[in-house]
């Protein structure tokens, strides 16, 4: 079951936020509950911070974010994230299939996401789901806990074949 995220959810969220296989790629350093607290606060009030729910315990999250104006047909998926005990059950790509059909039921047509160059599951993971490498911005961000700065990939999805312009040249 997929829901907006409420205050009574920071501990669930701050469990797999946190977890070892997860904390790096999403874009905070490791941190106990108190100073979590913000994060989460900031991720409900942005507004789209959703939770999916498997047997009443929530075992993933997502934040959903429509562009304005001219890219009002293009919605933004971050803070993506599942349980790794969920990891290999499908529940991923179950969670992700009901989000794009939901988003394309809203009139979404394009779908962009961006992970770290230094997770090759998530790569394929995306790619599976028919998401497209677009660019890499170079040397994005630093962990604190590593000496090397890690790349960040934009990936995209159209999710209806879309008009064009012809490209000059």
Do not use: C, W
């Not at 179950?94 to 992970?115: P, Q, S, Y």
């Not at 890690?150 to 990936?155: F, K, P, S």
């Amino acid at each position: 079951m997929h829901r907006l995220a409420q205050t009574t959810d920071l501990h669930a969220v701050h469990r797999i936020y946190m977890h070892d296989e997860v904390v790096p790629f999403l874009g905070v350093e490791p941190m106990p509950l108190a100073e979590f607290q913000p994060v989460f606060d900031g991720l409900l009030a942005g507004g789209g911070f959703h939770v999916v729910e498997r047997a009443g315990v929530v075992q993933g999250f997502y934040r959903v974010q429509r562009h304005a104006g001219r890219a009002g047909h293009t919605a933004y998926l971050g803070t993506l994230a599942v349980l790794p005990d969920a990891k290999g059950t499908g529940f991923a790509a179950g969670m992700m299939n009901d989000v794009i059909t939901r988003l394309a039921a809203e009139g979404v047509l394009r779908v962009e996401l961006m992970l770290e160059a230094d997770n090759p599951r998530a790569m394929a993971f995306y790619r599976k789901l028919g998401f497209e490498h677009e660019g890499t911005l170079r040397a994005a961000y630093k962990r604190a806990a590593q000496e090397h700065y890690v790349d960040e990939i934009l990936m995209s999805r159209l999710l209806a074949p879309l008009p064009r312009a012809a490209t000059p040249g």
